[in-house]
Structure formats: C-alpha cells, structure tokens
Nanobody
Framework: QVQLVESGGGLVKAGGSLRLSCAASGRTFSSYVMGWFRQAPGKEREFVAATRWSVGATAYADFVKGRFTISSDNAKNTVFLQKDSLKPEDTAVYYC?????????????????WGQGTQVTVSS
C-alpha cells in the first residue's frame, strides 16, 4: 500500500523559512514523479513544484520560482520542499503527491497518490 506522509509544517513569520518533507513507502518510486500542491481556505488545490525522481528534473509554479526548492533523497524515499522568503499568501495546507509521467505536471487530477497534508501558516 502506497503511503505518503508529510511533515515540517508550522507557523512562521513572513520572510522566514520552512522545510517540508514527504516520506514515501509502499513501492519503488524511482520511476515516479513527486509533486507538491497547496490548498488555501476557499481556494482550489494548486500546483507548487514537482520532481522526477529518476532524472532529477524539476518544475515550479511561477509564484514560487526563486523562493522554493524541491529536492529528494532517493536512499530515504523522501522528497523535500525548502520554502524561503515566505509570504502570508503562502499560508495553506501543503500536500505531497505521486504519479507516473511528466505530462500536464501541474494537474492535480493526474496524480494517483496523496498524503494527508501539512498546515503552513505565515504571519505578517
């Protein structure tokens, strides 16, 4: 059974940093794409970043470029999202997700597995 478990969320002041982790288990993920999404209250779930484990390719939403960095530790089956220069509008529940394939990378419906989410709150 595939499991994705996020951790690292919390409360941080604007301009601060957080690092989210997503521990994956249940299968071999080397051929998978791992993505991060977020959902703020009253808003749709939106794409944040993704990485293709086997080749290290990455993709980012425009609103996080230069501030967030996605990385992975293949040996530990863990994906990270380093978030710097945080803004109040980054407040949301952040979800880790997994899928095969790199097409339509920002489409939440393309992902097969989801974690339970971790809350990030950025105060002004």
């Amino acid at each position: 059974q595939v499991q994705l478990v996020e951790s690292g969320g919390g409360l941080v002041k604007a301009g601060g940093s957080l690092r989210l982790s997503c521990a994956a288990s249940g299968r071999t993920f080397s051929s998978y794409v791992m993505g991060w999404f977020r959902q703020a209250p009253g808003k749709e779930r939106e794409f944040v970043a993704a990485t293709r484990w086997s080749v290290g390719a990455t993709a980012y939403a425009d609103f996080v470029k230069g501030r967030f960095t996605i990385s992975s530790d293949n040996a530990k089956n863990t994906v990270f999202l380093q978030k710097d220069s945080l803004k109040p509008e980054d407040t949301a529940v952040y979800y880790c997700a997994a899928r095969r394939g790199w097409d339509r990378i920002a489409g939440a419906g393309m992902y097969d597995y989801w974690g339970q989410g971790t809350q990030v709150t950025v105060s002004s």
